[in-house]
């Protein structure tokens, strides 16, 4: 079928490109109303497969489960702005207690804020203080942390992120283990993953002493460079360095953790631990909450060093700590789901990357799976008008799809997916696909 976009529909977008900033928007006509499940609706009805838990917010289904909206609603009638900065309240307190019973052993202490850039920005000011005196950070190309002016300097995703906003703070970036297009034009596993030894071998060699550096931040999978999943030996690798010369390790979980990966952490399929996680997007179930755990042995601030005004708000804390009570009582099942429906999934891109020319490279973990469009297997040449059309006709045949990196798609459905949604979605996918594959 193709999608008829109604007067409603044009009228809606129409106004929002007279009133509102422009930001991002996806390639296609969708003017989202309701959703349920693995399911979302327009506001003309149309039912769509949601193989994007809305940026990777509603990990737990769209709009969330019964339990989650239900303590939502009671927390309204009694208050929902705490100004917990401030004020001392017990939600807070609560759901913090609880949240660390999710991180290794040694983390007690947390801040909360809005979002997933807060989180990040949280970490590099506390890491300053932890690490006083360095004023160096280190992160990746392709890695994406936020787009607030901290946060931002962390980021090297796409130029268009980061063009008019500089000067930005100081921060060394390096490569990533992109194994598909290795920066350094080595092949793993023969590399002995290279890019990691890059690290001393260049910037804390000829660029920085590592004296000066403060924190590295990490991704354990890159979400917005592209789903881009390293080589366990690169974590590992990168953990040591920072172990050796006394860096803050900064593991970005804002996309790749809450059971995304199969895990809580996405850091634990690597086999290390952080001395500081940022979390965000599916902590709060739908409601906008951002947190930064961190080591106790790291210390605490000065107060007034940093605070902000919504952080703790009891209606998001609520919504967290009811998402979180779903998570430890169903932690087997949504493991087991995760990685079987990802399973599922990779079989069906495997087969398809076999068939077809434009499928360059799928690569992932449990539910956090990215699929590479190129124009030509030999070349490697990004595929981004490719990675449109099929994303379009995606769209058309009633699943919903980001886009991410140069020339990638994101499948992020929810981790309580079907295994019927994740069969339809993948027709849909495959048919997209073979349509735009055939007509080079």
């Known amino acids: 079928m193709v999608f008829k976009v109604s007067k409603r529909i044009k009228d809606i977008i129409d106004r929002d490109k007279k009133v509102m900033i422009t930001t991002t928007r996806e390639p296609y006509p969708f003017v989202v109303e309701r959703g349920d499940g693995d399911f979302a609706y327009d506001i003309d009805g149309n039912k769509f497969i949601d193989f994007t838990s809305f940026i990777g917010v509603y990990n737990m289904g769209v709009n969330t489960n019964r339990q989650i909206r239900e303590a939502i609603k009671a927390q309204v009638d009694r208050l929902s702005h705490s100004a917990f900065l401030d004020f001392h309240g017990e939600p807070p307190v609560a759901f913090a207690e609880k949240l660390l019973t999710m991180f290794p052993k040694g983390f007690g202490k947390v801040f909360f804020s809005n979002s997933g850039t807060e989180a990040n920005e949280a970490a590099l000011k506390l890491s300053r203080i932890f690490k006083q005196k360095r004023l160096y ?33 100081n921060t060394i970036h390096v490569p990533f283990a992109y194994c598909y297009r290795c920066p350094l034009k080595l092949e793993y596993p023969s590399c002995g993953v290279a890019c990691a030894d890059y690290i001393v071998e260049q910037p804390l060699s000829h660029e920085v002493a590592p004296q000066e550096v403060a924190t590295i931040f990490m991704e354990p999978v890159q979400g917005e460079g592209g789903y881009i999943v390293p080589p366990k030996e690169f974590v590992q690798k990168v953990r040591k360095i920072a172990s050796e010369h006394g860096i803050v390790f900064v593991a970005d979980e804002v996309q790749s953790g809450y059971m995304r990966t199969g895990k809580f952490l996405a850091l634990d399929n690597f086999g290390v631990e952080a001395d500081v996680y940022t979390m965000a997007k599916a902590l709060g179930g739908g409601v906008p909450i951002g947190a930064t755990i961190t080591r106790t042995s790291l210390g605490d601030i000065p107060p007034g060093a940093h605070a902000n005004t919504f952080g703790g708000n009891f209606l998001a804390i609520a919504a967290a700590n009811a998402s979180l009570d779903y998570v430890k009582k169903n932690q087997k099942q949504l493991e087991s789901n995760a990685r079987a429906m990802g399973a599922l999934i990779m079989k069906r891109l495997n087969e398809m990357k076999e068939k077809y020319e434009i499928v360059g490279d799928v690569r992932g973990i449990g539910l956090m799976i990215g699929v590479e469009f190129v124009k030509s297997k030999k070349t490697k040449e990004f595929g981004a008008e490719e990675r449109e059309a099929v994303v379009k006709k995606s769209f058309d045949k009633g699943l919903l799809l980001l886009g991410c990196g140069p020339s990638s798609i994101r499948l992020i459905p929810p981790v309580t997916v079907s295994k019927e949604s994740v069969t339809k979605g993948m027709d849909a996918f495959e048919q997209a696909v073979k349509e735009v594959n055939g007509k080079r």
């Open 137 to 169: 950070n280190i992160a990746f190309y392709g890695a994406f942390h936020g787009r607030t002016m901290g946060s931002l300097s962390l980021t090297a995703a796409k130029v268009a992120q980061k063009w008019h906003f500089g000067p930005y703070n």
